[in-house]
């Protein structure tokens, strides 16, 4: 595990004939040199960039690498900053802390990657960082060549004294016998204006992508150590039990078995080798408590349930979103108000690579040394220490690569790494702990399963008056994170985020999330509440088009009137799909979305298989408003991706249980789209110059209104049940 990075903040130093730009804690920014003294004097800096005489610049990322790109588009924006040469750019994974250096604004504060947060919330502070190594480095070029500050200036990799003609490469500088100690930070008046910009918009190749082609990149799996012993669990089949009586003789007679440990809620077989444990795991009996009160969750009844609580409008319910005074209209006006229920099931992440858990527990039982794949270093950090009884600093923790997260890779850790900790403290030895598809899908953190209850009012020009957004669900907040649940008050933005429906033009609306008690673990899921919001949303928007007598464009259109950006992303794709064009037996269907500050909409071309009546989608098309678009050909991708994530959970993906335990196993029983079912797809990024936001999920919340509506153009037929294969068989 040679090429397994172990950064701290000292270890960006190592190396010969290095320096690094540090932000220091009082403001100002300084060099680092690679010496004993400089690194003693890291301890209270925090670093971004690194460079080396050999000209080569590292530049550090804090959020994690799961198939986004983001190991590629943080490092070009403080790279544009620096006025770095990107061929000469290295990148580098940051580990932990310190959080007022590397936490994410948009997240709290920590690290932590998840919902398209990365590039929003991170810009600003990158560029500064940026700046301000560029102007340290112009700084101690201006004092060697003995000339005025003002007189420098950057080129690619280099500072330049035009009235000389002198240039010194970045290595150079950090070659040179006297640096300047302290320098003021950057401001936002020495940012580069946008006319200079070459990094930022410029289609970069990806850097994670060389190494995954070629089988080079490091994953939780992959990872070796001495005297480590591989373990695999049977995990209770219905949660909040526990094992009541053990059988284990049989699989403790196996050569090469370790041991065999009772958890909270698993068994543990350890081996010298994973095949040998999982062979083992095949000889050990378990019978479980029957008391949890999950053994009567049944999927089925959840969805009945949800749906009567979304449409009983006198249960009590906690508002997210509102404006004007939207009850009182739909009430003074029942009759002349028009209704529909939308139902969204469960589904799972099914991200390609399974869990895994690498612990090494100190011989003092009050440190260690983790790998794991997560969304979350902070998290997952805390989560060890919690464990282990001790302090997070006493976690050296390496943030793996993921293959993929869409959200299964948050809040888990708490679970996978807790049992792998606990492991290697009770045998002394590092463990590597291993689940399989099967464990992965039958303990799933599931999206919840969702009623949207919609009513509105048209005016007489059939333009809406008031909207009522009714959703019923239990709270993702509520179980995955529990603290953050006690400061919501009752408001999860991971379930009703999109319901406000900001940028219609709607004078009285009312959003709101009627609680339900869950039946499973619930999570988030690639998309968030905008998924499912959206997808409700503009299926009832076609409706409420219908029954004003207007076509579904010209209906959104005036909705839109009041957001030049929604209005130009819609009319956008309006004439990428030369809208309602479409060959004999196919319709258009059309939806507009959010996510967050990412504005988009999306055209679907489907037909109707008349053999199973399933929904075949020819076509995809998306226009997209992320703001400043740091790396087009990359946001260009995710939007593709999201595209294809959400046609596949609409299509066909549905988790169900029944007395507790989850019905599939593998793909073989939940089936994410194949390759042959993914439509053609044309994107278009607008960059609108706004702030930047993320693009990994606005390809989701587009996906499933526009199919709907394609459907119903073409058959009249409501899909209102998500996955609508199901409806349609």
């Not at 299926?539 to 219908?546: R, V, Y």
């Not at 990359?634 to 046609?647: D, P, S, T």
């Amino acid at each position: 595990m040679n090429d397994i990075l172990k950064p701290s903040r000292r270890g960006f130093l190592i190396g010969s004939g290095s320096l690094a730009i540090a932000l220091l804690a009082s403001g100002g920014a300084g060099i680092l040199r690679n010496s004993a003294q400089a690194a003693s004097a890291t301890q209270d800096v925090n670093a971004w960039v690194t460079i080396h005489a050999d000209d080569s610049v590292a530049i550090r990322f804090a959020s994690t690498e799961m198939g986004q790109g983001v190991m590629t588009s943080l490092p070009m924006i403080v790279a544009e900053e620096l006025d770095a040469d990107w061929s000469r750019v290295k990148v580098e994974q940051v580990n932990q802390g310190p959080l007022e250096t590397y936490g994410n604004p948009q997240t709290g504060g920590i690290l932590f990657t998840a919902g398209s947060s990365s590039i929003e919330g991170y810009y600003d502070r990158l560029r500064l960082a940026g700046a301000t190594a560029r102007r340290i480095l112009m700084q101690a070029a201006a004092s060697h060549w003995n000339v005025a500050l003002a007189e420098v200036t950057t080129g690619p990799g280099m500072v330049i004294h035009a009235p000389t003609s002198q240039r010194l490469r970045y290595g150079e500088i950090a070659s040179l016998p006297t640096l300047p100690e302290n320098v003021p930070a950057a401001t936002e008046a020495d940012l580069k204006p946008r006319s200079e910009w070459r990094i930022i918009g410029t289609d970069q190749d990806r850097r994670d992508i060389p190494g995954k082609t070629r089988g080079e990149t490091v994953y939780s799996i992959d990872v070796r150590l001495p005297g480590m012993v591989y373990a695999a669990q049977i995990l209770a089949p219905v949660e909040g039990e526990t094992p009541a009586n053990i059988d284990d003789t049989h699989a403790r007679a196996i050569p090469g078995v370790v041991d065999v440990i009772a958890l909270k809620n698993s068994v543990a077989i350890l081996a010298e080798s994973f095949e040998t444990a999982m062979a083992a795991r095949e000889q050990v009996s378990v019978s479980w408590s029957e008391t949890s009160r999950f053994r009567n969750a049944d999927s089925q009844q959840e969805l009945a349930d949800i749906r009567a609580a979304a449409e009983n409008l006198e249960r009590e319910a906690v508002t997210w979103s509102s404006r004007g005074d939207a009850t009182a209209i739909l009430a003074q006006n029942s009759a002349q108000t028009v209704s529909a229920t939308y139902i969204t099931e469960h589904v799972y992440h099914a991200q390609m690579e399974p869990l895994c858990a690498i612990a090494s527990v100190d011989e003092d039982e009050k440190g260690a040394e983790v790998w794991l794949g997560t969304q979350s270093q902070t998290l997952s950090i805390v989560a060890a220490a919690q464990t282990l009884g001790t302090t997070p600093d006493r976690i050296r923790f390496n943030a793996m690569q993921m293959g993929g997260g869409f959200g299964r890779r948050t809040f888990f850790a708490r679970d996978i790494l807790s049992d792998a900790i606990i492991l290697s403290r009770q045998i002394k030895r590092p463990v590597k702990l291993i689940w399989t598809r099967e464990d992965d899908v039958k303990n799933g953190w599931l999206r919840p399963a969702t009623a949207h209850h919609m009513t509105a009012l048209l005016d007489d020009k059939g333009d809406v008056r008031a909207f009522r957004h009714r959703v019923a669900s239990p709270s993702i907040f509520e179980f995955a994170a529990p603290q953050r649940w006690e400061n919501a008050k009752g408001r999860d933005l991971l379930v009703m985020e999109g319901t406000e429906s900001s940028d219609y033009d709607i004078p009285d609306l009312i959003a709101e999330n009627v609680l339900m008690e869950r039946q499973s673990r619930v999570s988030a899921w690639r998309g968030i509440g905008w998924g499912i919001n959206c997808y409700a949303r503009e299926c009832f928007i076609d409706e409420l088009a219908s029954a004003a007598g207007k076509d579904p464009v010209t209906f959104r259109r005036r909705l839109l009137a009041k957001s030049p950006r929604g209005l130009a992303a819609l009319n956008e794709v309006i004439r990428m799909s030369e809208f309602g064009k479409v060959p004999e037996g196919r319709a258009h269907g059309l939806a507009f979305a959010g996510y967050k500050a990412t504005i988009g909409a999306g055209v679907a071309e489907v037909s109707i298989d008349p053999e199973n009546g399933f929904v075949k989608v020819h076509k995809f098309w998306a226009a997209v408003d992320p703001g400043i678009t740091i790396h087009p050909k990359n946001c260009e991708a995710q939007v593709e991706g999201g595209i294809i994530f959400g046609l596949s959970g609409l299509m066909r993906e549905r988790i169900t249980f029944s007395n507790g335990e989850i019905d599939q196993n593998n793909f073989y029983d939940y089936e994410p789209m194949r390759i042959n079912a993914i439509p053609e797809i044309a994107v278009n990024i607008i960059d609108s110059g706004a702030a930047p936001s993320g693009a990994g999920e606005i390809g989701i919340p587009m996906t499933g209104g526009a199919v709907a509506n394609a459907v119903r153009a073409l058959t009249g037929q409501k899909l209102q049940h998500m996955p609508f294969a199901i409806e349609t068989a």
